[in-house]
């Protein structure tokens, strides 16, 4: 029963079969090998984008802030929701890449930057001049830190509010593929066709061992971001266990197949949870991570059942009255089984009377 | 026949089977899994050094970028050889980590910093107050750039060199366990005994797919260094393919067995090169890289025979008079065999008429 | 009837003096000469700190962005009110000399930090750990953008919540002779015994051409500001045009009779405002610089008859109805006389029906 | 007897006036001050250079680092003398504001850039690709360190060789006005006809107090600069107090005479030693420093009578046999009376035997 994050996941077995089979004899290194030639055209392929410049990077931190800092001068700042992964996960990692670069936060409901905050964000700037740091990208997280997603036509409304002031768009796609799977649309529809400029695309969450791909849609700063991969000590020398990695998970659609399971496993949380007498969905489920609400009393039950995943936002406390509603972060992944859901919400109606609902709904 | 580098050559078996062995359920990410916990207690051992702190890398540069960024300040200079990795392949990682430090280089032969080159070195900063950068750490590279080492008494007579300055001292030990075979003093005679603070040890380059341990034997900046290095975007979430490769690569003296079996394939390189009629070593053969130089007409002998290795310095050319020496780098690793030596000295032999010497004493 | 900065005024007459007094044969650069040795005994005296070390900087961005690169780590954040120079106008600024620390911004009502919003953004950061940002200093701009001070409690008060939590406090004080000579307390009283630790002390907006002092009322890291200055560019060879404006203002507290008249203005421009139907000040007045509104007619009125102001905040525009209000920022310095704040306010009192009111009370 | 530097003399009475004269009133600050605008077209005039971009700082460091940060991304490296201000004076100011560049250091006689010593450091990048920082700008010190100067052939000969790599070109020229009354030629033939991109030109060291100014003669990085410049803070509020330092010192050849002075009397200064028997020039005199050397016990002659200056390089000792010849750098400013220079060579003179033959002929 871990929902602590879909980090904790193991790698997918077809993942791990790749690299062993990539561990044979000499090959170029720096991904000079075959590999990595075949990577490329395949995410060209997938992405409709023939021109693209493919790179793989083995952090998702690492991926976003090499992005950022090829479309983020120093005197510049990024527009990022208050939540983005970029804002309170990476201490600092996009400043030290772009050389001292702000972070501007932007509101929105359920992890979404909203239009009119993004309007407002972008306005302030408007009077600034020399004295104040100068507009930099619009970075998107798809799906969201919430478990949204943006569907392409909220892509495009917002970049095209970016486009008008000449800034980038960069799109945060740790969790792409289930946004993806979510929404049942083309990844060229949600991504560069929508505006974006430069996708990171995540492996790592979704079954791999450790490898995101960065695509620069348009490929001018490509050199750049060669350079700023090796300067930042990303740039792997037996690059072919990156390469492997993600040829196995682009391999007859893998990537998407893993990324299915996890949203149905977190479909299937959501529809128990909401079922649950006193308990309450925070935000709509759209991804593979649910955010809900129950009493207190129910989460000491779970965890007395070996449950594991975050209380969000983790100020709150399991000291404190029973009936007192407590909301969690409950991450599923590939690797979740329909019994380790059935055992969480088993282990959750057991906690309280009304389990016997729970159990029939789940 | 691939004598590129150590970094064309795949993981060991053993590795590749505790990866296998990691990837198994559930467990914390980020450093937190036990197999981390067990990696620090083995290092520990090694380096009899119980209050050190111990972290893991992916690769060389962000292990030494880090490590270096720790110990000297934006506006110091770091010490190292003209030929150092820190200076000559990284891109300029240790500026970019340190937020802008020098480097200064230091002469001395075979790849090895000489203690009069060192004492003029930071004599020069002498005269500077607060003009002029600073003295900052002094690195080391042992096994060097040049293939040789640096014994443990040679260590201590630079280390102390540095100490009376009141600097501390790195080692970038990529190749750290070809010089300990080589040298036969234990890991901690030529480390913190002789001097170091910190140490890059490398796994990569022998037998892992992508790992270096960073190790603080005095352990005072062990949060700084993991700040620093998920800022850099270096902190695996799914930490535990890291630490299983470690774990492999330490069990059972692996990581002396393919240091020792490098070394030995250097050692008939060298000596049958050394009898080759024409041929000299550049650099003594003491760890796992050959430095040599023959005519020109024996190197189109063994490309033409599928060798594949770098010219050093890499300005030279093939083109040209057949009997004009052409000085070459070629690194042995843990999975070179005795027939691949062998068909490159075969090969070269046969391109020159006292070939039958050769293959007589290979 | 100039009102839109401080900074667009002259020097006073004695500081110019002070500066060609100066302007005589050799002397020795770089701060070494006598007359900074004299600045420091004044400024050690003044603030009552016998160690405090000394520097001066030619611009208040210097000085703030200096000392606050002493206190903040690259992966730390710095709190300061959300309408702070450092964060509305030193274009990154902190961002650049720190290396990529972030700004955390608090509110607070009338441009100081509410301590319950102190302790939430404190909050926020306890649970990150290795994943964000570390908590850094807290700077305090006394008087602040909204022309209000800080009273000696208040700065205690925030200083001894930074210090729970182990964090150092700067103040900018680009105004800290209005907000003095306003409270009529000590410069000790306000600064190093209500918790200061660094402090950047004005002398541009007051008076001189162009100086700043920073002050360390705890030594410690003086050498690393020496190191920071001269790095950024800020250590002046010809120092003595530095030390001797700094001289001439301190000398026979012309620092304070300078702010004394400025204040004194603004006090008068704030009666006048406040006694105009239709006008009300949006800030209290407690330094150099008022805050009002007032309908939109009495804003053409004023800049037809000559007025140089901003509209504060920046966005709001001169067309539109004309009883709308607008708000307004009107800086007076130390060569704003009586005169011009009764043109100011009858040139407003003619634009409208009541102006005998105002010309009366003014 | 100030023979230590150019920055230990006083301001020019001239470009005081213009300073009190600016000195009047409210006017607008950053620069927005009509001065500047004068500024600017007279620059332009001078130069030949009708599109130039012209702005001003208080330093030749800030000058200089602006300078090359906007010519040189954190990946690559500034190619200088040895001996260059931008080394071995800015305590790393170019590393701190390009974000981490290298330098890479060219030798030379005399302080010059020898051609064939840029071509082999221009080829040593050439083989490095990803992983070895890349070429970045040359940058070129006129007149030099060592009191030589570039001609226009010199400058365009080296600057060809930069722009077949395609690299920008840098001059540093704090002492710039002592290269053209040196060589005669017109400030367009030094620069940007012989193929400088963006010059720093001095005030500082020769008659003015604190001011720079740096002029883009292909303005496209214009706006990057004043963020650069604002960010660094350098950007100086009350701007007319440098606008005014620049149009005085430009005013009717003000800069031209000054320099004029400084050259004669170093020319002075070098005949003086040049006849002294046991001297000799160190380096050509071809600006406003004298480099020589004569035994010991002149310096402690000349020493005693008062005379101020380096030893140079800096290690050298008084300490020692009186007829060990020790070199020093002798600077002469615009402020140096032909008395000054009499004085010094009579007490050198008087300080052995051969003193009447010094006298007569200096």
Request: with cysteine.
């Amino acid at each position: 029963m871990w929902f602590v994050s879909d980090n904790t996941s193991p790698a997918a077995p077809e993942v791990m079969a790749a690299v062993l089979r990539a561990n044979q004899g000499h090959v170029a290194s720096y991904g000079a090998e075959a590999a990595m030639g075949r990577v490329t055209e395949r995410l060209r392929e997938i992405f409709e984008a023939p021109d693209a410049a493919v790179y793989l990077a083995p952090t998702g931190t690492a991926a976003n802030a090499l992005a950022l800092a090829c479309l983020c001068p120093p005197w510049a700042t990024i527009y990022c929701h208050r939540t983005a992964h970029v804002e309170e996960d990476e201490c600092g990692a996009p400043e030290f890449y772009t050389g001292g670069a702000k972070l501007t936060l932007v509101d929105g409901p359920h992890g979404r930057i909203a239009p009119e905050s993004l309007e407002t964000a972008f306005g302030f700037a408007a009077r600034a001049g020399v004295h104040n740091v100068q507009r930099g990208p619009l970075t998107l997280t798809n799906a969201t830190e919430a478990g949204t997603v943006y569907r392409p036509e909220d892509v495009a409304r917002l970049a095209a509010m970016a486009r008008r002031h000449g800034l980038p768009v960069h799109m945060d796609g740790a969790r792409l593929a289930n946004a993806l799977v979510s929404l049942g649309c083309t990844p060229a529809e949600l991504t560069w066709r929508a505006g974006v400029d430069v996708l990171s695309f995540g492996g790592t969450k979704n079954g791999c061992m450790g490898v995101e791909a960065v695509i620069l849609f348009e490929p001018a700063r490509a050199w750049e971001f060669e350079l700023r991969r090796k300067r930042g000590g990303h740039l792997f020398s037996k690059h072919r266990y990156l390469s492997a990695q993600m040829e196995g998970y682009l391999a007859d659609g893998l990537w998407r197949a893993l990324a299915t399971q996890a949203n149905a496993r977190a479909q299937q949380l959501a529809r128990g949870l909401a079922a649950l007498p006193g308990a309450r969905l925070v935000h709509p489920t759209e991804a593979n991570a649910v955010f809900a609400a129950w009493p207190r009393a129910g989460h000491r039950a779970v965890r007395a059942a070996g449950a594991q995943y975050y209380l969000w936002p983790g100020h709150q406390s399991l000291d404190g009255p029973d009936d007192e509603p407590l909301s969690a972060r409950l991450v599923c992944n590939w690797s979740t089984t329909e019994g380790d859901v059935e055992a969480f919400l088993q282990a959750l109606g057991a906690g309280r009377p009304a389990a016997e609902a729970v159990r029939a709904r789940g």
